[in-house]
């Protein structure tokens, strides 16, 4: 159950927190304003000859610490709201991990999987086609985000290419290797994840085998965090997808479960072993029943606004990785905390997958196509980083995660804001 506002949620959070980081209150109101948003209609002439049109949105939240960056969403509830509150989540995340970007995000409201392949590929194009004065490597870069993937990433940009004449695979991230796209971009969001949640690990003295997980969520970001997560030696003992999901106390074997949900769209609990293929025990639960259930480790990896007031008390987790954007409301914040639950929030634990995708943009602009363990190191490197700094943050000053990355971000934009005066220095000259 989502509020009436996301973009309104994440106002909440920004101006609570910018107000305990002792942000300008200048700078603050710069930050409740969306820069440009677009709104467009997407004709899109169908496999059966009609025409219809769809509704595409871009908005580029705040450029002060570079060109904007975020995903594009293909989802039947994109809205304007909710792009604007992704939007600004992107200006928070980038400034959290140090990038050089601003944040934006964009999406078309569509059922992607009600089109065929050559429906979804005419409306990508269009989509660019629209917008390709608005976006552009040095002022608005595109990525993938839920229901849109590298190939659409790639119709993407050989749209921007074909229309401004020119090559610039620095234009969208995510793209196929072939393309231009980065090794390990495809796991990154995931990874990040799992890295940060190794650090909480470690800071909180667990016992990584002893640990149980599940996960809200079995796509790009989902998927790769419960496999490496168990590969790493925790017990995934739930996942959902769009369909529902599925428990055994005995755990899954991520990699069998994908590929059955590769073969059948859905989560099962039939997996293979070689060439014996064996029904796991396992129960069927709902997407609400997943986020309370008894485990270590709640990981929603799907849509915002899962955890709101009325569910927060039921979650028994110790500690919420959020890889979804939003997948709390700001009214649960106090249940969540009050209940001692350790929460990596969105802007920290899901910046795997802006980071790498800077990470192509810089192979893009420079001619280089980095190796996969470079890129690992170099995930690693950022991630850690950033968590320390946050949980270091969060110990000196009593706050929690969230309240600390949010407080390093604004600070960081403030400085930048600063940097070209505000009030105070125009005053005294
Ligand atoms: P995806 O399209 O690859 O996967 C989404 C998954 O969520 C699918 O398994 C889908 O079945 C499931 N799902 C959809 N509706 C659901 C529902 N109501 N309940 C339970 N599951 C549902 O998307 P993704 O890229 O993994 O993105 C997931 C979340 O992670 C989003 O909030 C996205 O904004 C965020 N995120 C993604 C990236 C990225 O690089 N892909 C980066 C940062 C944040």
Redesign the pocket.
């Known amino acids: 159950m989502k509020t009436a506002s996301t973009f309104n949620d994440a106002l909440v959070r920004v101006k609570s927190l910018a107000e305990l980081a002792n942000i300008n209150p200048e700078i603050i109101e710069g930050l409740l304003h969306p820069k440009e948003i677009m709104m467009v209609s997407l004709p899109v002439r169908m496999d059966d000859g009609s025409q219809q049109y769809f509704s595409g949105y871009r908005c580029r939240y705040n450029s002060i610490l570079g060109p904007t960056k975020g995903?594009v969403?293909f989802h039947p509830n994109v809205n304007e709201d909710e792009v604007k509150a992704?939007a600004l989540w992107m200006t928070i995340k980038c400034a959290v991990v140090g990038l050089p970007f601003g944040g934006a995000k964009g999406g078309i409201t569509v059922n992607p999987k009600a089109l065929s392949p050559m429906e979804l590929e005419r409306l990508s194009r269009v989509y660019i086609r629209v917008l390709a004065d608005f976006i552009g490597p040095h002022r608005d870069i595109p990525?993938?985000?839920?229901?849109t993937n590298s190939r659409i990433m790639g119709w993407m940009m050989a749209e921007y290419d074909a229309i401004k004449r020119t090559h610039a695979p620095d234009v969208i991230t995510?793209k196929p290797i072939e393309l231009g796209g980065s090794l390990g971009r495809d796991d990154?969001?995931g990874r990040g994840a799992y890295l940060c949640t190794l650090e909480l690990i470690n800071k909180m003295g667990w016992n990584l085998t002893e640990l149980s997980v599940a996960v809200?969520?079995?796509?790009?970001?989902?998927y790769h965090v419960a496999r490496l997560l168990q590969q790493a030696g925790c017990k995934i003992v739930a996942i959902?997808?769009?369909q529902g999901g599925i428990y055994s106390e005995d755990g899954f074997d991520i990699e069998s479960l994908w590929q059955g949900k590769q073969q059948s769209k859905q989560v099962k609990g039939v997996y293979c072993h070689g060439s014996v293929c064996e029904i796991v025990k396992h129960e069927r639960i709902s997407?609400e029943e997943l986020l309370t259930l008894d485990v270590d480790i709640l990981i929603p990896?799907?849509?915002?606004g899962v955890i709101t007031k009325n569910n927060a008390n039921k979650v028994r987790a110790k500690a919420i990785i959020e890889?979804?954007?939003g997948p709390i409301l700001s009214e649960a914040d106090d249940i969540i905390n009050n209940k001692g639950i350790k929460v990596v929030p969105d802007v920290l634990a899901?910046a795997g997958?802006?980071t790498v995708s800077y990470f192509e943009w810089v192979q893009n602009r420079s001619g280089q196509a980095w190796t996969i363990e470079k890129v690992h190191t170099q995930l690693k490197e950022r991630m850690t980083a950033a968590f320390e700094k946050v949980w270091d943050l969060a110990e000196k000053e009593q706050r929690t995660l969230r309240e600390s990355a949010y407080v390093q971000a604004l600070r960081r934009i403030s400085s930048a804001v600063e940097a070209h005066g505000t009030r105070d220095y125009f005053n005294h000259n």
């Open positions: 995903g969403r992704l990525a993938p985000d839920v229901y995510g990154a969001t809200q969520g079995f796509g790009n970001g989902g959902s997808d769009s997407n990896a799907a849509l915002e890889i979804a954007n899901n997958g802006v």
